[in-house]
């Protein structure tokens, strides 16, 4: 059996385009985006471990395509800093390989 972390670790190095929170929700069946936000921060430091990284497309705006910066958790940003929209387009992830 294995835990919830090792499932969204699994996914995110076959995935072959970036998830987000919502997808990996959907996925596994994951009840709530907060829970995989956590889960995400421990996999980043796990798979490190094992010579591979998680890669995060940032989040962005939806209305003036302003670029969120890499934050430190990977929980996405509520608010435009430039335009105050709402419409935020969530970060993504991908776990390969490190180089
Ligand atoms: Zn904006």
């Known amino acids: 059996?294995?835990?919830?972390?090792?499932?969204?670790?699994e996914l995110l190095e076959s995935?072959?385009?970036?998830?987000?929170?919502?997808e990996i929700c959907e996925r596994l069946d994951i009840k709530s985006r907060s829970i995989v936000y956590e889960d995400i921060?421990?996999?980043s430091k796990s798979v490190k471990r094992?010579?591979?990284e998680l890669l995060i497309r940032p989040a962005s705006c939806g209305k003036c395509q302003f670029a969120f910066k890499p934050r430190k958790t990977s929980k996405a940003p509520s608010k435009c800093p430039k335009c105050r929209s709402q419409w935020i387009l969530a970060p993504a992830f991908l776990i390969r390989q490190r180089k």
């Not at 059996?1 to 670790?9: A, C, K, L, V």
């Open 1 to 9: 059996m294995q835990t919830r972390r090792e499932r969204i670790t």
């Open 50 to 52: 094992r010579e591979k």
């Open 41 to 43: 921060d421990h996999v």
């Open 15 to 22: 995935t072959a385009f970036p998830m987000t929170a919502e």
